[in-house]
């Protein structure tokens, strides 16, 4: 099990940047995938970005591919989501989650993921 903590949420204009950081308590951070998700309000959780524990590889949603980064440090236990470019529709809480299952394929899946943050407020304005 994974006790994860958001931080770095805000309020930020359109056309604007915000890097969200997740620490994990995990001794064994480094085998875990981890995925970035956001709930706006009405609306179900989605998945935004996931990183991979086995390939390394990464994985975004089409509306975010070019504007968002996630990266990891696991020396410091900590995955990184880089927003740029922010729009008002990015406005929502973001999720990080975590799980130590192998593969890649179900990385978007909400469900593969075991242990989950409380969530940060992001809110981009016009």
């Known amino acids: 099990q994974v006790q994860l903590v958001e931080s770095g949420g805000g309020l930020v204009q359109a056309g604007g940047s915000l890097r969200l950081s997740c620490s994990g308590s995990?001794?064994?951070?480094?085998?875990?995938?981890m995925g970035w998700f956001r709930q706006a309000p009405g609306k179900e959780r989605e998945f935004v970005a996931a990183?991979?524990?086995?390939?390394?590889?990464?994985y975004y949603q089409d509306s975010v591919k070019g504007r968002f980064t996630i990266s990891r440090d696991n020396a410091k236990n900590t995955v990184y989501v880089q927003m740029n470019s922010l729009k008002p529709e990015d406005t929502a809480v973001y999720y990080c989650?975590?799980?130590?299952?192998?593969?890649?394929?179900?990385?978007?899946?909400?469900?593969?993921?075991?242990?989950w943050g409380q969530g940060t407020q992001v809110t981009v304005s016009y």
């Open positions: 989650a975590a799980t130590g299952r192998y593969g890649d394929s179900w990385l978007t899946n909400p469900k593969a993921y075991d242990d």
């Open positions: 995990a001794l064994t951070f480094s085998s875990y995938s």
């Open positions: 990183i991979s524990w086995s390939t390394g590889s990464t």
